[in-house]
């Protein structure tokens, strides 16, 4: 009791700096008007109640988190929200939300638990809470795999860092949930690909030390994505330096991986051979030690209706492992990363969105393992269906007012002042964007991203290249609008 009142103490005291306010918009889409709150509107409902017996305070205002990192790269580029609430013992944690909708950040009772962000001198990239985060990933098919990450672009030394753009976002107090929309990014900042990827993010706060991830995946280009990584993510190993999978016949039941493998090597596991659950924990004797539990289910989520091409694969694969060296030794000293990837059966396809729901659990480890099979049964996935309801349109014009963008803003030939978009996609559909051009400052208004991202140059191949980091200084998604029924047909609609 007297723990819980402590905790209690601390959150209040933060409250000026950590309030409880309503956002409705981020890099794009200020305000809170319907048309905003319609566009974040489109993943499925929460699976669950609200938790009542826990506070969540959140604060988009920057201060320096306590790390420590090893990048040179200022983390207030990065750096969208943060959010405090408590662990499953009632312990304070911090999480941070950088502008892509990845978590950069998790400060918790024993430190910081996303690695330190290390690039060997050598290598001239740098990869700023870009690679080394929990994020969601879309890959496109074989034989040469792009990706698009949902955080940013690697960055050469002494370059300022590339995020993903905020397209929307808002938080409910109410019921404990951040929900954002994002333009996925090909992390190398120059590619034969121009990123047709949104991804629409949703933290929830589910109950005292549980974090409810959905990532909706919507492709408004030509390329598939049969590859889904949600979440790719990982560890410090020197904080949480122990893996363990779940038992798939005894409820409650884990074994340690030991020794760890080297990432890329023999860590694998099909998910219905689990018991739904993996965890991080401190190298400790202790059962209280310290976790984080990461559930990807067994594959028992409801499949019928789903179009086969959204189902690339029979089953969830997951990979993990030590990276950043072959021996524990060097492995420590550099990277200090342990990684866990979920691929999930789902893939997406052109016109075509799908959604996956899954779990993070923070905490003593004899209390995490009790609590991880009730969050792996609720862990799922799905196509995602669009709305059907009426929804609120709003001209381009007004589109472009509410976003503040210029009035001399270049409109391509397409569209008009006048023309009405809606907020979600639907048949035949494209999305609007508002670009300002790095070259010369202007600002365009198009449906068409490769137009404006291409750099005029052409890789050994021959291809085109394009690059969103280098061509725009900034990005706004203005609403979604009719576009030829061929382009978009597979768009689907709530039934």
Partial sequence: MIGVLFVAVLLASLAPIYSADTVGGGAANAGSSLFEKQMLSVLPAVDGSDGEDFEVSTTSEFSPSEGPWATPGPEESVFLRAFRTVDLQGRPIEFRIGKGGHLYSIQSAIGELVPPQWRDARHNMLSPWNDEVWQSVAVTREPEKIFV?????????????????CLA????????TFTMLSWGMVPQTSS?????????????????GVLEVTVGIFD????????????????????????????????EAARRLDPLPNFGDRGTAFAPNTGGWMAFAQE????????LGLTFGRDDFPTSGIDPALLPRAKTLLRFGRAGGKSEKVARATRNYLVAVVIPRLGVTS???????????????DSLKKQCPEWAEKTSGGEMFFPTAASETRALEDCLAANAIPADAVLDSDLSRSARLDPWPKSGSKPVFAFQLKKD???????DVAKYAALGQKDDKGRELYSVGLSFSE???????PGRQEEMAGVKTSR
């Fill in 149 to 165: 990450h949902q955080s940013g672009c690697y960055v050469k030394t002494g370059e300022a860092p590339i995020s993903a753009p």
């Fill in 475 to 481: 990005i706004r998604l203005l609403g979604f609008a």
């Fill in 441 to 447: 400052s202007s600002w365009v208004v198009t449906s």
């Fill in 169 to 176: 976002q808002s938080w409910s107090p109410e019921q404990k």
């Fill in 192 to 208: 034969p690909l121009v990123s047709e990827v949104l991804y629409y993010s949703r933290y929830r706060f589910a109950a005292r």
């Fill in 351 to 365: 016109g075509r969105g799908i959604w996956w729901r899954y779990y993070m659990v923070f905490g003593a480890f």
């Fill in 220 to 251: 408004f280009g030509k390329n598939s994505y049969p590859w889904l990584n949600a979440p790719w993510g990982g560890v410090r190993q020197t904080a949480l330096g122990e893996l363990w999978m779940a038992d798939a016949n005894e409820r």
């Fill in 284 to 291: 400790s004797g202790a059962v209280d030690r310290y976790a």
